[in-house]
């Protein structure tokens, strides 16, 4: 991306989704996006900033009824929360909407509508997972089965535990009922498609012309190289907006859910009395997507084509960040590697620019991104308190000491002025190609430079003998300091906001470019004190030891579970029709038991030694049947007979029941 562009540029960060509390994977994407935004401000770009929360879905849904409340209660507190986030961690969006307000709704049929008449939708039947129990269709969340792919087992929309591919409405199969755990039977229902096949030519083309980052571009061509399947965009839940003309459906989320940028938008334009248009309907416009790795395919496939078919502008550029891990492990809120940023972070009393220099400085943008609590405690220590912090209080604290309401301004040496433009270049050039990490060390071989220039200048050993020659020394130290205020506001700027203060600038840093970088300092340096502090041993051992336990926990080191995480365990009773030793193992027999499935289930059972084969057929048993399927021996266990005891006795039950009952 070639800077400046000297047009009407907005950025937006991906929807969080508001089912749950932010983590400091959610701020992989929204810190560098408020960073670059603030960067682009100080170069003279018009810039809007927007985001909002993502609040349809059945996983939305099925977390409110796990809590008890409406869809609608549970929005309005994780919206809330995610707005009370962002303000803390110093994201500063030009608006924060949400993807069921009634500009949101109304664009999102008006897009749709648009497509269908334009012939890019069609509708046509299809097969659908039908619990006759619970009487209704069940969408996304609510089934479960095998992945037509691998054969693992799989929720209603990707195979989450095996392949990970997404799947479409009817593929799963030998879906059950989540809700009540019955089997469920496939019905015809008439839905709506996406033509996504259509623009493939379209799709080739508009992916060689994108900026961004290589990881988003590469990833879509692939995917688009592949062979593109057409979407079903219209899902049967009552919680979303209603698809047009059918208000027993709603949009399918990922088609409202980017549409909320462009209502974002328009909901600041009525707000402050500008114009959206000039961004989405306007060819000058230029769209900037900052998004994690993992939705690269619905903003660079999906969303361009339903704008493509609309006749709405196309993003010019996707940023994809990285992923993040927790100590050098997988991020992972089920296994306890997971950081809050509320309870881990804020309400510890850690200052949010902190962990904002942590995240920009860390790893290239596209990379992923390591948080351990010691290595956050060395980069503050050294480069923070160490470094920056040491060179700007010993600069200013000299100057108040010695000069006190003397001025201190006046021409600046060449040497000084021309470090300063470098790094300001530098700055520019890393911006284009979206290297934060880049950006932060250049100002912080500023900061090196700044040390190294006052510790040879020995202004406390001049100041003997010339004052006017430590004056000098002093404005080309200052116009540093200034310099590399003006340079890291975006990456920390509550911290950078008191270091003005105390330079005695009276103006909003906001509103300070970089030319003013090489401005001389005017002013007279205000009361000074330590902007930074250090980050003892014993409050990262206090967070490891709580980051430790939350990971036993989630292992089972309390042995302690709730009754949610129990309800995932799909327990149900059923009959050994067949069952045979597995050749070239002493424990091992290979069991059929019908647990009411259109087919028996094979598992694997380590019972040779106590039980003979032909004893067991017809004996019922109780299963677990949604353990991930693994092979022993060779041969694949589709779940897991329950027993006690070291010389293993099968559970069973009071009297018979019908195969496939669940345990509850």
């Known amino acids: 991306m070639k800077l400046p562009l000297k047009r009407p540029i907005l950025v937006t960060s991906g929807l969080p989704y508001a089912n749950g509390f932010a983590h400091i994977g959610h701020l992989r994407t929204y810190i560098p996006a408020d960073c670059f935004v603030r960067y682009l401000r100080k170069l003279g770009e018009e810039v809007v900033f927007v985001c909002g929360s993502d609040v349809h879905g059945t996983p939305i849904v ?19 929360h995610f707005k009370d986030i962002f303000r803390r961690m110093n994201v500063e969006f030009d608006n924060y909407g949400r993807t069921d307000s009634e500009y949101n709704v109304r664009r999102t049929q008006e897009i749709v509508s648009k497509l269908i008449e334009r012939g890019f939708v069609y509708s046509k039947e299809i097969d659908l997972a039908y619990c006759p129990v619970c009487n209704r269709f069940l969408p996304d969340r609510y089934v479960e089965g095998e992945c037509p792919y691998c054969g693992a087992l799989a929720r209603g929309d990707e195979c989450d535990q095996g392949c990970g ?27 709506y498609f996406l033509k996504l096949t259509e623009f493939t030519s379209f799709l080739k083309e508009y992916l060689e012309g994108l900026d961004g980052t290589e990881n988003a571009i590469n990833y879509a061509k692939e995917w688009v190289e592949s062979g593109l399947k057409d979407w079903c965009i219209s899902r049967n839940l009552e919680w979303g907006v209603k698809f047009p003309g059918r208000d027993e459906l709603v949009v399918y989320v990922w088609v409202d859910a980017p549409i909320g940028y462009i209502s974002s938008t328009e909901e600041w334009s009525v707000k402050n009395n500008k114009s959206w248009e000039r961004f989405w309907l306007d060819k000058k416009g230029f769209i900037i997507h900052f998004i994690g790795t993992d939705i690269v395919y619905h903003h660079c496939i999906l969303w361009p084509a339903m704008l493509k078919g609309a006749d709405y502008n196309l993003p010019s550029a996707v940023v994809a960040s990285g992923m993040v891990k927790i100590e050098d492990k997988t991020f992972s809120k089920t296994r306890g590697y997971v950081v809050w940023v509320k309870d881990d972070y804020l309400d510890r009393g850690f200052h949010p620019d902190l962990l904002r220099y942590y995240l920009l400085s860390y790893t290239s943008h596209t990379k992923d991104l390591n948080f351990s609590w ?15 912090g040491n060179f700007i209080y010993r600069v200013l604290l000299f100057a108040k000491k010695n000069f006190k309401n003397e001025e201190l301004k006046g021409e600046i040496s060449e040497e000084v002025l021309q470090e300063i433009k470098k790094t300001r270049d530098s700055i520019v050039q890393n911006l284009q190609i979206f290297e934060f990490k880049r950006i932060v060390d250049e100002i912080m071989a500023l ?6 220039y006052f510790q040879k200048s020995e202004p406390w050993k001049v100041i003997k003998e ?5 004056r000098s020394i002093l404005r080309d130290a200052i116009q540093i300091v200034k310099a590399i205020c003006i340079f890291m506001h975006p990456v920390m700027p509550e911290a950078m906001r008191e270091v003005w203060r105390q330079l005695g600038e009276r103006s909003n840093l906001n509103s300070v470019s970089f030319e003013d970088a090489i401005r001389p300092f005017d002013g007279r340096i205000g009361d000074v004190r330590p902007i930074f502090k250090k980050i003892e041993d014993e409050e990262i051992e206090k967070m490891e030891d709580i980051l430790r336990k939350r990971i036993e926990r989630a292992e089972g080191g309390d042995n302690l579970i709730t009754i949610e995480e129990f309800k995932k365990m799909d327990i149900r009773v059923g ?3 067949q069952a045979e030793k597995i050749e070239g193992s002493k424990k091992l027999l290979k069991l059929l038991i019908d647990i009411g499935e259109e087919r028996p289930r094979q598992i694997v059972a380590g019972i040779a030694k106590t039980h003979k084969p032909e004893e067991l057929i017809g004996k019922q048993v109780v299963v677990l049947t949604n353990l991930k399927p693994a092979k022993l021996m060779g041969v694949t266990s589709e779940g897991m007979i329950l027993a006690a005891g070291d010389e293993p006795v099968l559970l069973t039950v009071e009297r018979r029941v019908n195969n496939g009952s669940k345990v509850s």
């Open 62 to 80: 099925v977390k409110a009824e796990e809590e008890g409340i409406s869809p609608k209660e549970l929005v309005n507190k994780y919206h809330e």
């Open 165 to 191: 591919k997404h799947l479409e409405p009817g593929e799963i199969r030998n879906p059950r009922c989540k809700i009540c755990g019955s089997n469920a039977e496939f019905r015809k229902q008439e839905h």
């Open 374 to 388: 010691r290595i956050f405690q060395q980069k503050v220590n050294s480069e923070l308190v160490g470094a920056l």
């Open 447 to 452: 900061v090196d430079f700044g040390n190294t």
């Open 466 to 470: 010339d004052r006017e020659r430590c």
């Open 575 to 577: 009959t050994i029709v």
